[in-house]
């Protein structure tokens, strides 16, 4: 079934690229030829037209020339006039187009109007060309001339009937024939029975009879210009393709000036629609909305001559499409301009005078293609295989979902535009517009098994506690996500993260698969930060002296299991109280390790005494002959300071004493020294005392 669908997709989808095939080679003007093979247009010789405006030619599927025609004359492929192929009753100054004949490959209908200077008297007719004849190179049949319409102006345009077989012929009557005629064209031929709808267009003569039709992509709208007609008008015009008739019409321009408009075309989607201006002083493009709610007032000027005076001409869309323009300059240019980007709005859509040569004039003409394939989608896409994540769902879509008429069928027989999906499978949908060959298109979805994973177990530790995190997953992963129960998220396979905060936490992973699917780890991990003790203590009396027991208290918080006393590196108890006796000054350092029942430490030390608790030295005097506070000198409790020296702020010693009796005067060398602040160095040293210097600052005040 797979291939099966896949065939038909390849086979339909292939449809409408044949058919711009069909169109690679454009014959107009005054023997001037353009091939779009390459995608741009490249000149080419050899065509044996000249005309004023009235041109058509074909190609086969591959692209290669059959034939071209001005409505009087036909040439095959080896530019030879075929030889039935004179006298048709066309005009160089008038319309013609060619249609393939339905279900007869090889056959075509030229269909031509007569032009004004020639009265239209030949009116509507069509003539058959056979390709397997001459060889296969063609000629006309002997259905030649068949006239369809004796009153008609030069309108002629072709639709897709919407059983997607068969085709009609359009154009417009003159007076007394003022109607809009749709001519069916089936296996069978050409009924010349048309189907006529009073449009209330009035052509009173041969003069208002010029002018061009165009139809939509979709064929459900024609555009119409009337060249002069109350000074030129563009008419657009509602088209049922299953019956024929012309339901609607809505005026877009009238002139009210002497410009008529004349040449139209629209964008490869329908969306836009182009017209150019027919008239000796009016030479400009015009685009419109065919989106806007009122596509009257988009009307957009997007280009004008400025090179030489002159006309535009027709519009024509080419395979890479682009819109062509034709030109009637004055005196004659050997090039064309190009609409580069008809899709877009306004001058964005880069009109260009200068388009591209042609190394002769073109006057008016270029050649419309009927294509026959507007309806079958080019091509129908569900877009391409995707993934789908587990738990998941996705809406599958087609880019001819919104397509009105259409019908849908799915592999699961609904009928809706779009299918919803949450299981893996190939799904197909068959789009038919109408009564059209349907074309089918099929998607695979799989399901995202990524799976992801980590190598840490549940985990504790005080606080503050570090976790080392490892996940494990496939390559293409683009983003890890660990949540680590608290607020905090890293985005990284491999982090490192400090709980600060007693607590028990839920770490998680998930991750983000190469297919942007959400991939959550199954397992989580619990980790538990324990609360840290705060170890302290105190201890009786607050002055430490040798030979008098000095009692420390545990005063730590948080749940306190054992204590670890030390004094001077060395154990002393393990109890919350302990006493320690000093024999000699020393430097006494206590530290009190405490452990709660979690297993989470803390330690506080405290120097007790130290060799500066055991002098006291003041920070001002005031030698100013008054006898208060005069002299500066330590206090020595213990009779430990074996120095004293006073430095000035040069580091010159001013002064020195050997012991805390000695005091200095405030006088350097019998002079008084001036206010200010002093540095003084105290050495002190005594039995089971390290000789060490301790240095501070005093004020001098006067």
Request: with cysteine; hydrophobic share 35%; aromatic share 10%.
């Amino acid at each position: 079934m797979k291939y099966q669908l896949l065939f038909v997709y390849f086979l339909i989808s292939t449809l409408p690229v044949l058919a711009q095939n069909q169109h690679m080679n454009w014959f107009f003007g005054s023997g001037s030829g353009l091939s779009f093979s390459s995608g741009n247009p490249v000149p080419v010789g050899g065509n044996g037209m000249t005309t004023n405006e009235s041109c058509a030619s074909i190609s086969d599927a591959n692209g290669n020339k059959l034939f071209y025609t001005d409505g009087i004359e036909v040439w095959n492929a080896f530019n030879s006039v075929m030889p039935n192929g004179s006298g048709l009753l066309g005009h160089k100054s008038s319309q013609c187009i060619i249609i393939p004949k339905p279900g007869n490959s090889g056959k075509y209908y030229i269909v031509a109007t007569d032009g004004i200077e020639h009265n239209c008297l030949n009116g509507l007719t069509y003539s058959e060309v056979d390709m397997s004849l001459q060889g296969g190179t063609g000629d006309i049949t002997a259905v030649k001339n068949v006239q369809l319409n004796a009153l008609n102006g030069e309108w002629v345009t072709a639709i897709r009937h919407a059983n997607c077989v068969d085709t009609w012929i359009i154009t417009h009557g003159k007076d007394p024939n003022n109607v809009f005629l749709a001519y069916h064209v089936s296996t069978l031929g050409i009924n010349p029975i048309p189907v006529s709808t009073n449009l209330g267009i009035s052509v009173p003569s041969n003069l208002s009879g010029v002018g061009i039709m165009r139809p939509n992509p979709q064929g459900t709208k024609i555009a119409m210009a009337r060249s002069y007609s109350g000074m030129g008008s563009i008419e657009l015009i509602d088209f049922d393709n299953a019956s024929g008739i012309a339901t609607g019409i809505n005026n877009l321009y009238t002139a009210t000036t002497t410009s008529n408009s004349y040449g139209l075309e629209f964008s490869r989607s329908g969306n836009r629609l182009y017209s150019g201006e027919f008239g000796n002083t009016y030479n400009s493009i015009f685009q419109y909305d065919m989106t806007a709610a009122n596509i009257t007032v988009t009307r957009t000027k997007v280009g004008q001559l400025a090179s030489a005076p002159g006309e535009i001409g027709q519009l024509q869309i080419a395979p890479n499409d682009k819109i062509y323009v034709s030109y009637n300059m004055w005196p004659a240019v050997d090039f064309i301009g190009v609409i580069t980007d008809p899709e877009l709005l306004g001058t964005n859509c880069g009109y260009v005078e200068n388009g591209t040569s042609i190394g002769a004039p073109a006057m008016y003409g270029l050649p419309w293609y009927y294509n026959p394939d507007y309806l079958i989608p080019s091509p129908l896409e569900l877009g391409p295989d995707a993934t789908l994540c587990l738990e998941g769902s996705i809406t599958l879509s087609n880019n001819l979902s919104n397509v009105p008429g259409a019908t849908y069928l799915w592999s699961d027989g609904s009928t809706n535009p779009t299918l919803p999906v949450s299981e893996a499978g190939t799904y197909w949908v068959q789009y038919q517009m109408e009564s059209c060959l349907p074309t089918i298109d099929s998607i695979t979805i799989t399901l995202d098994t990524t799976q992801i994973g980590h190598t840490v177990g549940d985990t504790s530790g005080c606080t503050p506690f570090t976790i080392q995190l490892v996940g494990i997953g496939p390559p293409g992963i683009s983003e890890w996500i660990w949540d680590m129960g608290n607020g905090t998220i890293m985005h990284t396979q491999n982090p490192v993260y400090e709980f600060k905060t007693p607590g028990i936490y839920t770490v998680s992973l998930t991750a983000i698969s190469a297919n942007n699917c959400l991939v959550q780890d199954s397992v989580v991990i619990l980790a538990e930060a324990f609360p840290v003790p705060i170890a302290d203590f105190s201890f009786q009396p607050t002055v430490v002296k040798p030979n008098i027991p000095v009692t420390f208290t545990d005063q730590s918080t948080g749940n306190i299991a054992s204590w670890l006393w030390q004094i001077n590196d060395q154990q002393i108890s393990v109890v919350p109280q302990c006493s320690y006796t000093l024999d000699d000054y020393i430097l006494l350092s206590v530290s009190l390790t405490v452990t709660n029942s979690d297993g989470c430490s803390d330690e506080k030390k405290m120097t007790v005494f130290k060799p500066s608790d055991l002098v006291y030295v003041p920070n001002t005097f005031t030698p100013d002959g008054n006898e208060l506070n005069a002299i500066f000198k330590p206090i020595d409790y213990f009779g430990v300071v074996n120095g004293f020296s006073i430095y000035d702020r040069w580091g010159e010693q001013i002064w020195s004493g050997k012991s805390a009796m000695d005091g200095w005067d405030g006088t350097i060398q019998g002079k008084q020294a001036l206010p200010g602040v002093y540095t003084w160095v105290i050495t002190i040293a005594n039995t089971g005392i390290a000789s060490k210097e301790i240095q501070g600052h005093v004020t001098l005040v006067r």
